[in-house]
């Protein structure tokens, strides 16, 4: 495994673990809102290689394989994600839908970038 590589898991590991620790505001307590399903749609250079995790704040599932794929959620607090290139070339862009609508859109084009979203819905 390349530094680079070596680096970019490290990344993808400690992010991960932290960004899916992300508490929910107070009154976004689960149970309280209307349940949604959210789309996690990662779009970009078509064939491209990721891995990652997605899910809410209190549990995440990993995720591996190649633009354009697509993720659900089911929650009523909030979503979070958070997937990395594991090559050097391409962009990568990861797309939140809220009922069919976009809420949050961020993308990297860096060697082995990651993309963080944290997404917390309205009760």
Not at 9 to 30: E, F, K, N
Not at 44 to 73: D, H, I
Not at 100 to 115: I, L, M, N
């Amino acid at each position: 495994m390349s530094a680079a590589r070596a680096a970019a898991a490290l990344a993808v590991a400690l992010t991960s673990a932290g960004c899916l620790m992300l508490a929910p505001r107070p009154d976004m307590r689960p149970g309280v809102g209307r349940e949604r399903t959210v789309v996690i749609s990662l779009e970009g250079t078509p064939g491209l290689a990721f891995e990652g995790s997605y899910g809410t704040p209190a549990r995440s599932t990993a995720a591996r394989g190649v633009v354009p794929a697509q993720f659900s959620v089911t929650t009523t607090v909030a979503v979070v994600a958070m997937f990395t290139k594991t090559d050097q070339d391409g962009e990568l862009v990861v797309r939140v839908l809220v009922d069919g609508q976009e809420v949050q859109r961020r993308g990297t084009t860096q060697p082995f970038g990651s993309v963080i979203v944290n997404q917390q819905l309205a009760p």
